[in-house]
């Protein structure tokens, strides 16, 4: 074989290598992107509904517990019909209706991501069998509220309400509050807080606790795909764990937060679990702080060397003298044997 065809065949092989190489890394490449794209996208969106889900269920679960123990739930008694938002200010909802109004937004809020969700489903990546479990949670969720006489599109409309066009993002509180005060967009939340005003009063309490089961079992789930803590353990401790003005069982004094408007009005039946519906969320029992006192091992370089006695033993360990210097003779009056402001003389 000449030196031409050498050549000419070490030209070809390194440049079919060189287009393999080049193939398999752009491949590669354009993986890894849509990769990211579709993690970053199943983030986006689950996110904010593991974080919506776990707020709602902390809310319901107030009523749920004060009505186990009361009977009712005062905070939110605060109306008979709906109607009555018509005309309040926005001192009604940031006072007396702050507890009513904000669960019929935090209900408005989940409605949203759920709608959110299930519409970009297909474009979500999920891993194992979560693209069919995820439908089937969201689904079993949307029941649960239709049996609260919450109909499925009814809490489509009502989270799209709550979405603000054209950023997309959700409404805050004061601009959803200023929805309930239109009667024409009012009425498409009536649902929502005819519910929450018949649990207040005791009522609906199956209803209620299905609605709790539904999104306790979402939250799980959520926890589980995205890899994260329990949701709901950490929303219930963020509330029993914070500094309050009273005692942690007595559930007195102010509280912030996103739960923290219901701290003031919950009064004695709240307690440490206040946050629990039916028990649905283990109490966080708060560790105790000890009484401050005496260390009961100091640090033994620290610890003061008490003055030997006449009949001590000697110390098998020599100290050095604290006093390197002459000793002063004995004051006047000191007594025999003892020198100024020393104990008896140890000996030898």
């Not at 986006?44 to 009361?70: F, G, I, K, M, Q």
């Not at 409605?111 to 474009?123: C, E, I, K, N, V």
């Not at 020599?318 to 210097?325: M, V």
Request: charged share 20%; with cysteine.
């Amino acid at each position: 074989m000449d030196a031409l065809s050498v050549t000419l065949i070490s030209a070809v092989t390194s440049g079919a290598i060189s287009l393999t190489l080049a193939w398999v890394s752009g491949r590669q490449q354009r993986r890894d992107s849509e990769r990211v794209q579709r993690e970053t996208r199943t983030m986006a969106y689950l996110n904010p509904l593991r974080w919506h889900t776990a707020e709602v269920h902390h809310r319901l679960s107030l009523y749920a517990t004060s009505v186990d123990c009361d009977g009712c739930y005062p905070p939110a008694q605060v109306l008979a019909d709906p109607r009555e938002m018509e005309g309040k200010g926005a001192d009604w909802f940031a006072g007396k209706g702050v507890v009513l109004g904000s669960s019929v937004w935090m209900t408005a809020c989940l409605f949203a991501q759920m709608t959110r969700t299930r519409h970009d489903l297909p474009f979500l990546r999920l891993a194992g069998n979560d693209d069919t479990r995820l439908p089937g949670l969201l689904q079993k969720v949307h029941a649960a509220f239709a049996a609260c006489e919450i109909y499925y599109a009814t809490q489509s409309s009502i989270g799209t309400d709550a979405l603000l066009e054209p950023e997309g993002r959700l409404r805050s509180y004061r601009e959803f509050c200023d929805l309930l005060a239109e009667p024409d967009r009012r009425v498409w939340a009536d649902p929502v807080t005819w519910f929450l005003i018949a649990v207040a009063h005791g009522e609906r309490r199956p209803a209620l606790q299905r609605v709790l089961d539904a999104l306790s079992e979402l939250s799980a789930f959520l926890d589980d795909s995205l890899a994260g803590g329990a949701s709901l353990r950490a929303r219930h401790g963020a509330e029993i764990h914070r500094p309050r003005g009273g005692s942690p069982g007595t559930g007195t004094g102010t509280g912030a937060g996103a739960g923290g408007d219901l701290d003031a009005t919950a009064g004695a039946s709240s307690g440490p679990d206040a946050g629990v519906g039916r028990g649905r969320v283990p109490s966080l029992s708060p560790h105790p702080i000890p009484a401050p006192g005496p260390d009961p091992s100091p640090d033994p370089v620290l610890r003061p060397i008490p003055a030997p006695g006449p009949n001590s033993a000697p110390d098998p360990v020599p100290r050095p003298n604290p006093d390197p210097g002459p000793r002063p003779g004995p004051e006047p009056g000191a007594g025999p044997g003892l020198d100024a402001g020393q104990g008896p003389d140890p000996g030898p």
